[in-house]
């Protein structure tokens, strides 16, 4: 059972699905919304237009009207007047068929926004399977389309049905009635019988958009299992990723310690921390190469001794080196007294190392200030060499 319920698409699509079905070319879209718009834009333009189409059509229909015997009688003397009718007829709904053009551009963008892609135009020869096609034709979605159609066609029918039948009185005497006042009358009937289609193409377009957008997330769904591959693949494995850290860290101690060798000194706690400094004439003040704590520090220790760099036990110094320093970093400006102190012993113990003399010493007060140091309660011990 609990198989059966990972199978299930229950899960919400992740905004990455989102993102891929977007670059197929799949996004909400809504048929009946874009009718509605187009229809809605027509009437508008039309009634905008208003006497200036009015005087237009009355043109055509006039001239349409007036003929003679003659022109009876020879039909290429009635062809003038059909090339002059169609084109006052052009020029009269280009307007309007434009601004359809543009509400059928823009309407799409309401759902899915705008997109172009060239994918949908790729062939897709699954398409060519009996199989499938024959599942899109049985499928939840061609039953609704099917019951859209029919509203629609029962709802065009429908009120055509019901204007002709409640204008069929004024209809039929169109013929006796006044040229001007025929014309007016027609447009009144058509433009309540286009606000009656158009009002139920609204009502369509607000049951069809909650569920043009109800049913793309729903084929979006994912199960479980997907969620849980696309979060490895995104955000990686994490048994991965943490194997990839350990070695990241492995790596970094490696180079740490492989610059213990150039450091100048080994500042130590003596067992609990090691700060290795270095120091040249191009750096504004000592850096830190590397630190560790304990079982690090010890290996810090060493290494040093292997490469006879000096190991210097400065315990408040080590302390304050090691929680206030990062690796590469210089060290606070409030340390640079005390280190400055353990930089001039090092040189004079190199000195006496090589020439003789007087044995040097550390201060064992160094001017640490105990702020920095976390442990300055406890007390100092002394500082040496080892």
């Known amino acids: 059972m609990a198989e059966d319920s990972d199978l299930e698409k229950t899960e919400p699509a992740t905004s990455k699905r989102l993102e891929e079905a977007r670059k197929r070319g799949q996004v909400p879209r809504s048929q009946e919304l874009g009718s509605f718009a187009i229809m809605m834009t027509g009437l508008l333009a039309t009634v905008s237009m208003g006497p200036a189409l009015a005087q237009v059509l009355v043109h055509i229909f006039t001239q349409a009207l007036s003929f003679d015997h003659a022109s009876v009688q020879d039909a290429t003397r009635l062809f ?43 062939p897709n020869f699954g398409r060519l ?11 939840v979605r061609a039953l609704v389309d099917m019951s859209k159609a029919i509203l629609k066609s029962g709802l065009i029918g429908g009120v055509a049905c019901v204007v002709l039948w409640r204008e069929r009185g004024e209809m039929v005497q169109l013929a006796v009635m006044p040229e001007r006042v025929s014309y007016i009358y027609l447009w009144e009937m058509t433009r309540h019988t286009l606000l009656l289609v158009i009002g139920g193409m609204g009502f369509i377009a607000a049951i ?8 793309y997330y729903k084929n979006l769904r994912m199960t479980k299992e997907e969620v849980k591959q696309e979060h490895k693949e995104s955000e990686g494995d994490p048994h991965v990723k943490g194997r990839i850290r350990q070695l990241q860290r492995e790596a970094a101690r490696r180079r740490m310690m492989s610059r213990i060798p150039k450091a100048d000194v080994v500042v130590t706690n003596p067992t ?8 040249n004439e191009r750096m504004r ?73 007087h044995q040097p ?25 080892f």
């Open 80 to 122: 003038p007047l059909l090339v002059d009718a169609l084109h006052s007829a052009l020029f009269a709904g280009l307007p309007i068929a434009a601004a359809c053009a543009v509400a059928g551009l823009l309407s799409p963008m309401v759902l899915g926004g705008w997109l172009f892609t060239t994918e949908t135009l790729a």
């Open 129 to 139: 399977n009996p199989g499938s096609g024959l599942g899109r034709l049985v499928s």
């Open 208 to 215: 069809d958009v909650p569920y043009q957008l109800w049913d």
């Open 272 to 279: 609990h921390y090691a700060v290795a400094l270095q120091y």
């Open 285 to 357: 003040a000592p850096q830190v190469v590397a630190k560790g704590a304990y079982l690090l520090a010890e290996r810090i220790i060493d290494i040093a001794k292997e490469n006879k760099v000096i190991v210097v036990r400065t315990p408040p110094f080590a302390r304050a080196l090691y929680h206030h320093t990062e690796l590469d970093q210089e060290i606070p400006a409030a340390l640079y007294t005390a280190a400055a102190e353990v930089l001039a012993y090092i040189y004079q113990l190199k000195n006496w190392q090589s020439h003789g003399g």
């Open 361 to 385: 010493k550390l201060n064992n007060d160094l001017p640490v200030p105990t702020e920095l140091d976390p442990e300055h309660d406890r007390g100092n011990e002394d500082g040496s060499t």
